[in-house]
């Protein structure tokens, strides 16, 4: 057999024939002359324990990492297999995943892409694509996807070696173990995976509350939120926060902030503040604060709610809060009637020396009886001084427009003698204006020496107290003895 050359010039290398080769074999010389090394030579060549150490420590870290890629495509699996096992409809007459009824009654309903299941839109997820039509998935099969895409599954065509964690029933502690594909899958007692209803998973809420006590105030004020529930197909929501106060929700003592647009932890910063707070309604009173999804086709969707008894409250500190926000919690329709309040009303007095007259001042309201259709009312207030002889005390405030809580800020002045004060009684009125027929009577006060109460000692501070002003809040009451409720 010829030899074979390879290369050009001196470089040329020649492939040995089967003699040398047999030859080479006997005299363990390797097979070419590039592969001989004498036994000097070799020991010469041996790698050191420090580059042996070196090599081995990188073999334990790419070990280390690969656990690591392990546990982490098992977390994503199970994940997976968890939603599975939390699905309760039957993908026809109910959406698949939270059993809710579908049809012309019922919810819309939507089409997954790859399992061909029906869910409800709040389960489905719209897909981007170049059609014109929209695409959905379930929720499943989303997340399904994802472990494909995130495990690098699309590139090996099948789930790599993965750890899937395990929960001891009897330790409760969290064990790996080693799973293959040809293995049976170990597995711990079923986990119902509640992400569509779980208290956790509705989100969290961050605020503040303080209590004004000198200014009769609550300020509320809502920070942030953070994992709220996605309540819109693509995934988000369009949040914002309500307050009300109970005993007695209704448009009256609701307050509201802005609505922020495809996010699930919204930053609103703001503060909202409730007027004409006593220190009987915080013994009393709870505060309520809900979190909605504003929709402009459709009602507004519940998110969570968490609820504050106001006596947790200390006057003048501030009290941070961190919430898990709750169900919709009901509303006991049994309080006590004789509480119910049409309203309340900040009135202003001071006897002036100087001028030789009573000054009084309706500076606002606050909860307020709705009397109108659209669940408001058009506010305005009357005051008289009575007796009045001849009929020329009384005074009027401008109308607010569409409000339950107005301000007012106007005073009035009565030329009255300080010695007559005693004998006089201050009547006040708030009344809805509408047009077209006999204004509605909202309720009243009365402040005088007949009165009782905060009412009378107010009026006592005004007197003992010439040229200051005081201020209080005043409940308003169905019926004002010794008036006439025609407007």
């Known amino acids: 057999m010829t ?10 290398w020649v492939c040995p024939n089967d003699r040398q080769l047999t030859l080479r074999a006997k005299l363990h010389t390797g097979w070419s002359v590039h592969t001989f090394q004498s036994e000097k030579q070799r020991k010469s060549q041996a790698l050191e324990q420090r580059e042996l150490d070196v090599i081995l420590n990188v073999i334990h870290r790419a070990e280390q990492l690969e656990l690591i890629e392990q546990h982490r495509i098992g977390r994503l699996i199970e994940r997976l297999e968890n939603m599975r096992r939390s699905a309760v409809g039957n993908g026809r007459s109910q959406c698949l995943l939270c059993g809710e009824s579908l049809g012309l009654l019922g919810t819309p309903s939507v089409l997954c892409l790859d399992c061909h299941k029906k869910v409800c839109t709040k389960c489905g997820i719209e897909t981007a694509c170049s059609q014109k039509r929209a695409q959905w998935l379930c929720k499943i099969c989303s997340e399904q996807r994802e472990v494909w895409k995130r495990s690098g599954a699309w590139f090996y065509k099948a789930l790599p070696k993965h750890i899937r ?21 170990v597995r711990s007692l079923p986990v119902i995976y509640t992400w ?15 209590y004004d006590q000198e200014n ?28 009300h106060l109970l005993p007695g929700a209704s448009k009256a003592n609701k307050l509201r902030t802005k609505t922020l647009r495809n996010t699930l932890n919204p930053v609103w910063n703001e503060t909202l503040t409730y007027y004409g707070i006593t220190d009987e309604d915080m013994v009393r009173k709870t505060l309520r604060i809900s979190v909605c ?7 507004n969707e519940f998110i969570g709610e968490t609820r504050i008894p106001l006596k ?35 009135i202003s007095l001071k006897y002036s020396s100087q001028k030789c007259g009573l000054v009084v001042g309706i500076i606002r309201c606050a909860h307020l009886a709705a009397m109108d259709a659209n669940g408001f009312s058009d506010p305005y207030v009357k005051t008289y001084l009575k007796p009045d002889e001849n009929k020329k005390s009384k005074h009027k405030t401008a109308v607010k427009k569409k409000t339950l809580n107005p301000e007012f800020n106007e005073e009035f002045f009565y030329e009255i003698k300080y010695t007559e004060l005693s004998k006089k009684t201050l009547e006040v009125t708030v009344w809805d204006y509408d047009i077209g027929k006999s204004n509605d009577f909202i309720g009243g006060v009365s402040l005088g020496i007949n009165a009782n109460g905060e009412r009378l000692k107010h009026w006592f501070d ?11 809040w005043h409940t308003l009451t169905n019926e004002l003895p010794g008036s006439g409720f025609n407007d």
């Open 3 to 12: 030899d074979t050359m390879f290369g050009s010039g001196i470089s040329q």
């Open 165 to 185: 964690p395990v929960k001891d029933p009897l330790s409760d502690i969290r064990r790996p173990v080693i799973e293959r594909e040809e293995q049976p899958v």
């Open 196 to 210: 569509a209803h779980s208290k956790a998973t509705l989100g969290t809420l961050d605020f503040s509350l303080l």
């Open 216 to 243: 009769n105030a609550l300020h509320c004020t809502i920070n942030k939120a953070k994992g709220l529930k996605p309540m819109d197909h693509n995934g988000l929501s369009d949040p914002y926060v309500k307050l």
């Open 293 to 299: 999804d504003e929709d402009k086709f459709r009602h």
């Open 312 to 346: 947790k409250l200390k006057p003048n500190q501030t009290k941070n809060f961190y919430n898990c926000l709750e169900k919709q919690l009901p509303i006991d329709k049994t309080d006590d009637k004789s509480l119910e309040e049409r309203g309340r009303i900040m």
């Open 462 to 472: 005004c007197l003992k107290n010439k040229d200051k002003k005081i201020e209080r």
